[in-house]
């Protein structure tokens, strides 16, 4: 394989990642990860810290445009970003002793997980009240719909909303 071709293929590749990452909110790694490890090889471990690196910038481009239209609750964003640091830092510990198949069966579940989240039926039952924790920390917030604010409550916040 050529320089231009790799370059054309990886080129494609995070265009793709950049495209349905800010799209679905899964990230750029549903792409990257496979992209570098099935195409080119890669070293699993080595594709997760690239596919890391730019998800950084796949996020703040989505955020920046989903804050500018008053989508996003930026108080539990940060509430978010707080458990995703602390998940990031020891997974990243765990990832150097753990062994390459490992990582890519869990790799593998969690897709598979994103993907039956994603297309299951949804429930629609309009909450009266969220959680005490979600009050107390205030998160619930709106969303705009038509030019109209729609409000939600978040449940189960400790829990992950699972």
Sequence with gaps: MTILVFTLILLVG????????????????????????????????????????????????????????????????????IATTIGAVVGAFIAIYMPTNAIAVIFGMVLIFSAAMTVRKKHETKLTKGSQLSEKLKLNSTYPVNGEKVSYQLTNVAGGGL
Excluded: Q
């Excluded at 899964?26 to 594709?47: E, Q």
């Excluded at 703040?60 to 539990?76: D, F, H, P």
């Design 14 to 81: 995070a265009y793709m990642a950049g495209f349905l990452g800010s799209l679905t909110g899964l990230g750029g790694g549903v792409i990257i990860i496979p992209l570098l490890t099935l195409v080119f090889h890669v070293d699993i471990r080595y594709a997760i810290g690239a596919a890391l690196l730019a998800s950084i910038a796949t996020s703040s481009g989505a955020a920046s445009a989903y804050v500018k239209e008053g989508i996003t609750n930026i108080r539990l964003g940060m509430f978010l970003e």
